[in-house]
């Protein structure tokens, strides 16, 4: 357990400076309903106020809040731990310790930006896709074997379902296949299952099941509207048939299409059919407007990771303009952290086996997203590094140097290429092999079931071996990149440019395996922080400042640096070796693992 416990008190406003207001929105007697600050008290002779968008950002470990100017310009941001409890295969949260967490955020951010809360024009949220469980009154309940109310948040990456997911999987029903085939262990379906199945109590106290990005829109505005991101990405809503039926002017069915009723009752889960799928959502957006200060509908944040991104490409010519709409489905957006995501998007859906998707305008609006993912990449990294014997004294000798540990570690490695006379960096890495699967194997595989590999591996416990298993895991998490884009582009998509945000996007050395391994540029933005400033835009959208989120991307990405693929062939060859080995690594292991199960047969 990590993190801090905050008292409980619903009340904590979001923005520190409050304008007291009539409130007309039904979302004024709610008891979960903030206080924001009112964009219609200025008077007429007013100086005119700076447009400055907040985004809030709930990752795995901390929420984060960023303020960005009319150009995309950070001008502030901040950060606060959330507490999390892990046993074994559960991960859990508290929404009320997140809420808190998000209001401190926030108002460090506007301390250090100077920016008062009467300044903020718009704003959104981005978050985990953990799924949320509250009763009737809006306060959590319980989804842990603890009995804990405290602990109502079912993490994105607890894998307590996976026999639920199995059970899922094997009904064939046709909304599998906009999911890659199959529904993974992350996913919400699976989850609900579980509660379902094990936790009776709580599932017939929940009177609303909430993706977390939707439960901190409907915290701050009393607004229960669900984002089509959430709904479509990660519990089965066909969002191009609610598209599809909202164009019919005849229209009788808009809070039931894009749910498959068949489905839910298949998998054990009709009663959530019941009330026009109140418990799920019945109703979805794509921006709405609350009495003060406007709040767009929210993002997964990897989803806002990409709408922060993917228009951060150097200035186009005029003829590659012309091609504008065709341009962006060149590109994939890698969202680095503890796990990573890699967003593509196309024009026309593609079915991808063991990849997610396609989703009707879960991103960007009027585009099929793709979705592949490794479930485990930040997190690995740390797992191999702490848990080495030379762990210990790497950690005391970056901190007396006052760098990272990474940045130890990649200065480590530079100064090993002389001194074990390696022909280039990488291939310091020429004996020792990694699968990263330590979570199971997201995409393109799509076996939960899959395990972490480490080849090579000596008696060595010293700090340069450290180096070296450092360097192999970074490299294996590449190749797993590799393997994605390969086949995406092998169904459809033209995948030639990457951009990459997120913690792992600072480590140097890491995009730098990257673009070798892929062969590909892999553009930085010019605001490190694009899921915050992905949450922003949607707030950018909610003031009306943009009449559309395209517009709004484009106005406020920036391209950064570039970083280009070795040019040396031997570097393209060891790494074509190496990814040979690294494929061949997961097919030893289901061999392996049908032997084993033949034994105990």
């Known amino acids: 357990m990590s ?17 007291e207001q009539q409130r007309t929105s039904p979302a004024s007697s709610s008891p979960f309903f903030v206080e924001m600050s009112s964009t219609a008290t200025a008077t007429a002779t007013a100086a005119p106020r700076r447009s400055i968008y907040l985004g ?102 607890d894998h307590r379902a996976v026999k639920q997911a199995e059970k899922i999987n094997s009904s064939n029903s046709p909304v599998l296949q906009y999911c890659g085939g199959a529904l993974f262990p992350e996913m919400e379906p699976p989850k609900l299952l579980w509660v379902k199945e094990n936790l009776p109590e709580s599932w017939s106290m929940v009177f609303r099941w909430m993706d977390l990005s939707d439960w901190l829109s409907y915290r701050a505005t009393g607004d229960d509207t669900r984002s089509l991101c959430t709904t479509v990405c990660k519990w089965t809503y066909l969002g191009h048939a609610h598209m599809q039926e909202m164009n019919k002017k005849d229209s009788r069915n808009m809070e039931t299409c894009g749910w498959d009723d068949d489905f839910w009752e298949e998998i054990g889960l009709g009663d959530l059919v019941d009330g026009h799928h109140a418990k799920i959502g019945m109703l979805l957006g794509e921006l709405g407007l609350v ?75 009027e585009y099929w997203l793709t979705e592949g993912g490794q479930s485990a990449t930040g997190a690995s990294l740390d797992y191999i590094i702490e848990n080495h014997a030379a762990s210990p004294r790497l950690a005391n000798r970056a901190a007396s140097l006052k760098i990272s540990v990474f940045e130890l570690l990649n200065s480590t490695i530079k100064t090993m290429i002389d001194e074990l006379k390696s022909p280039f960096l990488a291939a310091l890495t020429e ?68 951009l990459a945000c997120g913690g792992l996007s600072k480590n140097s050395l890491y995009i730098q395996e990257h673009a070798d391994i892929l062969g590909y540029p892999i553009v930085l ?24 989120l395209t517009e709004a991307m484009k106005a406020l990405n920036a391209a950064g640096q570039v ?26 292991q289901l061999s392996q693992r049908s032997i084993m199960a033949q034994a105990l047969e």
């Open 563 to 588: 970083i280009h693929p070795s040019k040396d062939p031997k570097v393209k060859k060891y790494h074509d070796a190496k990814y040979r080995i690294f494929r061949e690594l997961y097919e030893q």
């Open 431 to 498: 004996h020792i092999h990694v699968l990263p699967d330590f979570h199971g194997n997201r995409s393109p595989i799509a076996d939960p079931k899959s395990k972490g590999i480490i080849f090579g591996l000596t008696l060595d416990t010293s700090e340069k071996h450290l180096a070296l298993l450092y360097l192999a895991t970074v490299q294996g998490i590449a190749y797993g990149t590799r393997h994605i884009v390969e086949h995406c582009n092998a169904h459809g998509h033209k995948i030639d440019t990457l």
């Open 291 to 365: 009495a003060g200060t406007p709040v767009g509908t929210s993002l997964i944040d990897a989803h806002a990771g990409g709408v922060g991104i993917m228009e951060s490409v150097p200035e186009l010519g005029s003829e590659a303009k012309e091609n504008d709409k065709e341009a962006i489905c060149h590109r994939m957006a890698l969202i680095c952290g503890t796990s990573t995501c890699h967003m593509a998007v196309s024009r026309s859906k593609l079915f991808i086996p063991g990849v997610w998707g396609p989703f009707w305008s879960a991103m960007i609006p």
């Open 56 to 157: 809030v950002d709930v990752g795995t470990g901390s929420a984060r809040a960023g303020l960005f100017d009319e150009s995309g310009k950070l001008l502030g941001s901040a950060s606060s731990p959330i507490q999390i409890w892990k046993e074994g295969d559960c991960i859990e949260q508290s929404s009320t310790d997140i809420w808190h967490a998000i209001c401190a955020a926030v108002k460090s951010a506007c301390s250090l930006a100077n920016v008062s809360g009467d300044e903020v024009t718009g704003m959104g949220f981005a978050a985990t896709c953990s799924l949320v469980a509250v009763d009737a009154d809006g306060n959590p309940v319980t989804v842990s074997w603890s009995g804990d109310s405290r602990r109502n948040v079912i993490v994105w990456m």
């Open 3 to 19: 993190g801090i416990r905050r008292p409980w008190s619903d009340k904590t406003p979001l923005l520190g400076t409050l304008k």
């Open 525 to 548: 933005p010019r605001e490190s922080k694009s899921v915050l400033l992905g949450a922003a835009i949607l707030g950018a959208v909610a003031s009306k400042k943009y009449r559309s």
